[in-house]
């Protein structure tokens, strides 16, 4: 039995393909896993706040040493620190918009970054401190990124794949539906990356 994480970040809605895609990795876990409870976390529909000075300033600050305005800064921070710390199994959903994750999800991103909670550095350079968890993306893009000219313009998986490790999140596996715009291949698109799902 796992606790699952899944993260929306299309603002496709009902149309989205990193939402099927991401909800069909999620079944396919409590498949292997049956039991397991699911918490999605829906990042535009939330409206996640970007980070702003009084934010980051409250990172900085001793718990004992927090004002009420302190605590309400952060307090989604917290929140969603608390709710990954929980998670065995993260989904993330990470649509490809202008080469790159969507901005909910950088912003995500930027609050689960905590000096000292989810990373810190060792005497050989920084140490995650996020781990023992499975990471698994449901990339969709309308163009082809895994190979060919297309592959250099990729700042979804590899940038996941490098920012997540640095928390400590090593174990990342990612599912493509790519090519969803392409003449010909749009048509198997969705049916190719399902059929490419494996759960560890």
């Known amino acids: 039995m796992k ?7 299309s603002i496709q809605g009902n149309e ?14 409590q498949d292997k896993y049956p039991g397991s409870t699911v918490e999605e976390l829906n990042l535009v529909d939330t409206e996640i706040p970007h980070l702003n000075p009084d934010t980051l300033r409250a990172f900085f600050i001793p718990e004992d040493q927090l ?7 952060i307090a ?25 994750i969507p901005s909910s999800l950088k912003s995500w991103i930027d609050h689960i970054t905590r000096a000292g909670i989810t990373f810190g550095y060792g005497e050989n350079g ?9 990471v698994y993306v449901a990339m969709t893009s ?28 090593t174990d990342l596996t990612a599912f493509r539906a790519e090519g969803l715009k392409v003449p010909v291949v749009k048509e198997n698109a969705m ?6 799902i494996q759960i560890d």
Do not use: R
């Not at 004002?67 to 800064?73: G, I, P, R, V």
């Open 126 to 134: 920084p140490v995650g401190k996020v781990t023992g968890k499975k």
């Open 76 to 100: 989604f921070s917290n929140q969603v620190v608390k709710q990954l710390l929980a998670a065995d199994i993260i989904v993330i959903g990470a649509p490809l918009y202008n080469f790159t």
């Open 142 to 169: 309308g163009g082809i990124y895994s190979e060919g000219p297309g592959k250099a313009n990729d700042f979804v998986v590899p940038y996941l794949k490098s920012f997540l490790g640095f928390l400590g999140m």
């Open 16 to 29: 989205s393909y990193s939402i099927k895609l991401g909800k069909t990795i999620v079944e396919k876990i």
């Open 191 to 196: 049916k190719k990356a399902i059929e490419s």
């Open 67 to 73: 004002t009420q305005k302190d605590q309400e800064s």
């Open 3 to 9: 606790q699952i994480l899944h993260l929306i970040s």
